[in-house]
């Protein structure tokens, strides 16, 4: 999904662009694990201080959570449609989901 993106910012940044856990190439441990504690030894191994974190859906999450826990290593934090850890949601919620959620695309024949 951010190879057309990664592409067009290589040429004027430095990137890093990890798999979560049990996505892309990276397997799904039998263990506990932590995205966030992950995501901090990877920009310490690669001895990165401060970074730009780019997150989207759950990766959103993931950024927000790794800012509150590590201000320090965020100068920037771009968010594209986050989730937010710890959200519950309720049934009224439903309604407004349905609403946000386009129509499943109908067939039509032609003769």
């Known amino acids: 999904m951010w190879a057309p993106q990664v592409a067009g910012l290589a040429s004027d ?10 996505y892309g190439k990276t397997p799904l ?3 506990p694990y932590s995205q966030r504690a992950d995501l ?16 989207c859906s ?3 999450a993931i950024a927000i959570d790794f800012t509150l ?3 320090d290593r965020v100068d920037a ?3 594209i449609g986050p989730g937010i850890s710890g959200a519950r949601f309720a049934r009224a919620d439903a309604k407004l989901f349905a ?13």
Request: aromatic share 2%; glycine share 10%.
């Open 13 to 22: 940044y430095d990137l890093v662009r990890p798999d979560l856990r049990g």
């Open 29 to 31: 441990p039998p263990e």
């Open 40 to 55: 901090l030894a990877l920009l310490d191994h690669l001895g990165l201080g401060q970074v730009t974190i780019v997150g």
């Open 58 to 60: 759950m990766a959103g």
């Open 69 to 71: 826990e590590h201000p």
């Open 77 to 79: 934090l771009v968010l």
């Open 99 to 111: 609403e946000a959620t386009p129509p499943k695309r109908r067939r039509i024949s032609t003769l």
